[in-house]
């Protein structure tokens, strides 16, 4: 029904800078928040930034001032800019869109993922 594709994850050295895209596409209505998480090995899953609709934004206290999520809704796009990145950056990033989709009976809403990117920040 939705799908969601991210670009944007490489390997950059720290102090650098990488910018996430995540792009929705399939039978979507609308779209709620949107945001990503990280896990890198031995560490819980982090949300790392999140937007709703309107435009609001939270922001993990670790790349608060250094990371900015924005989004694109004529496009079903989000994007995560990442500036000073720090080697515990490190880790596979990850997107998730609230979504309401199209069903032949009418509507309903879920949570969809991407299939998550990888971002290396070396030392």
């Known amino acids: 029904q939705v799908q969601l594709v991210e670009s944007g994850g490489g390997l950059v050295q720290a102090g650098g800078s990488l910018r996430l895209s995540c792009v929705g596409s399939?039978?979507?209505?609308?779209?709620?928040?949107m945001g990503w998480y990280r896990q890198s090995p031995g560490n819980q899953r982090e949300l790392v930034a999140s937007?709703?609709?309107?435009?609001?934004?939270n922001y993990a206290d670790s790349v608060n001032g250094r990371f900015t999520i924005s989004r694109d809704d004529a496009k079903n796009t989000v994007y995560l800019q990442m500036s000073s990145l720090k080697p515990e950056d490190t880790a596979v990033y990850s997107c998730?869109?609230?979504?309401?989709?199209?069903?032949?009976?009418?509507?309903?809403?879920?949570?969809?993922w991407g299939q998550g990117t990888q971002v290396s920040v070396s030392s």
């Open positions: 998730y869109a609230d979504v309401v989709v199209f069903l032949e009976i009418g509507t309903t809403t879920g949570r969809y």
């Open positions: 937007i709703t609709r309107g435009g609001s934004t």
């Open positions: 399939g039978s979507i209505v609308r779209i709620a928040s």
